[in-house]
Structures are given as C-alpha cells and as structure tokens.
C-alpha cells in the first residue's frame, strides 16, 4: 500500500512552459485536494475533487487545472508557468470530508 | 471563511506539556478543525480532529471551547522528535456536504530542547 504517490519530486521550468504534476492515491478514496506551499506559509488549495469526473476550485486556482477520470489519479496542470507558481506542491486524498488527509512527499517546483 | 491565526513559534524542553493554541474567530457552525505535523521536506501528517469540546488520542488532546473561536492542541511530555511545524486547519462544508474552502493556519514551528 503506497499511500499516496507524486511525480516528479523536483522540476525546472522555464516561465511559459507548462507541465503536469501526477497523483496517484491507491486508497480507494473519493476526496482528493491539490495544495501549494510558499516558504514559511501554510498551505493553500487550489482545486479539490469529491469523485471520479467532479473537481472544484480551491483558494488559489489561477494559472492551474485538474482532471479526474479516475477514482486513483488527480493530475495538475500548469498552463504558461510563471515565477509566481514557484512552490512545493503537494497532492492529498481523505476517504470522506470528516477524515483525515493523506499527503503525498510533494514535488518541488521552480520557475525561471 | 475562517482566518486562522497561530503563534509563529514556539520553545519547550524534553518531558513537557506543549499547548499550541489556533484563533478562528469566524468559525461556521459545520466547520471542523483539524491539526497536522509537518516535518522538513515532507507532507503534514493528520494529528487529532475534533468539533467541539474535547477529543482524545494516542498522541495528543485538542480542547475545543464552547464558543469554537478558538483551539488549543496539547502534546503530552513532548520528545525531541516532536520538534516540527503544526499546523491548526478550518474545515468548510457548504450545505451540499462538498468542501472548498479548507483554510491551513500558518503554522507554528515547535523547537523542542534537551
């Protein structure tokens, strides 16, 4: 049981490239949330999804967009990266909105 | 929503008490606080999770007051492999059941001494 998993753990960008950020729970949990964590922040949601084809937006979804075809995978996606989306990222999952998130390791991004 | 407000940081020594104490001055009434440990260059970890009053676990005790504008996280005779960040998080639930609104205080970074 791998928890939850995220790839890649670190990525250069370039400021207008784009890229995915992969995550995959092997739960069978229907809630999963997509965080962003600025050095010496807390953490803040950006989109979150309560099943398979139903996502939502979080507190901070600009410049970002999510998808999710299936129960395991929640997937990331940034359009025409910028130096403000510099940031670890971390991807969760929660069997139910009352139970606790798992998080994954996080992926390190940097944009230049 | 509900801001939440945290010490920045906090000092205590091996075998003590820690109280760490979270402000949510506009709680909703179905929203429910959650408390997360976060060690360097790793996702937070869940802690305890509570509504109102007091809960209890293995780890540690959160004190809900009666007004829930505020919560306190205690750890019992804290070690040094407690010194982390933890973070109080305010749950919002809308009338569908669906959250999107989960509001992460700032955390407070604990630095447990010998």
């Known amino acids: 049981n791998a928890g939850v998993t995220q790839t890649p753990k670190f990525r250069i960008l370039k400021i207008g490239q784009s890229m995915t950020l992969q995550c995959t729970q092997d739960?069978?949990?229907?809630?999963m949330y997509w965080y962003r964590q600025d050095p010496g922040m807390g953490l803040k949601l950006i989109y979150y999804s309560v099943g398979a084809g139903i996502t939502d937006k979080g507190e901070v979804p600009n410049g970002y967009n999510v998808s999710r075809s299936t129960t395991e995978d929640f997937p990331l996606r940034l359009e025409l990266a910028a130096p403000s989306q510099t940031s670890v990222y971390f991807c969760a999952s929660s069997y139910s909105l009352d139970y606790e998130q798992y998080f994954g390791p996080g992926t390190r991004l940097t944009v230049t | 929503l509900a801001k939440t407000t945290q010490p920045i940081s906090m000092d205590s020594y091996e075998g003590q008490e820690v109280n760490i104490t979270c402000s949510h001055n506009n709680i909703a009434t179905n929203d429910y606080i959650t408390w997360y440990q976060q060690f360097p260059s790793q996702g937070p970890r869940f802690i305890i999770q509570g509504y109102k009053t007091k809960v209890t676990n293995e780890v540690a005790s959160l004190f809900i007051p009666a007004d829930r504008k505020s919560s306190t996280l205690s750890l019992p005779r804290v070690s040094l492999s407690d010194t982390a960040v933890y973070y109080c998080?305010?749950?919002?639930?809308?009338?569908?059941?669906?959250?999107?609104?989960?509001?992460f205080g700032q955390g407070t970074t604990l630095q447990v001494k010998p």
């Open positions: 998080l305010v749950g919002a639930i809308d009338g569908s059941g669906n959250t999107g609104k989960l509001i």
């Open positions: 739960m069978n949990h229907n809630y």
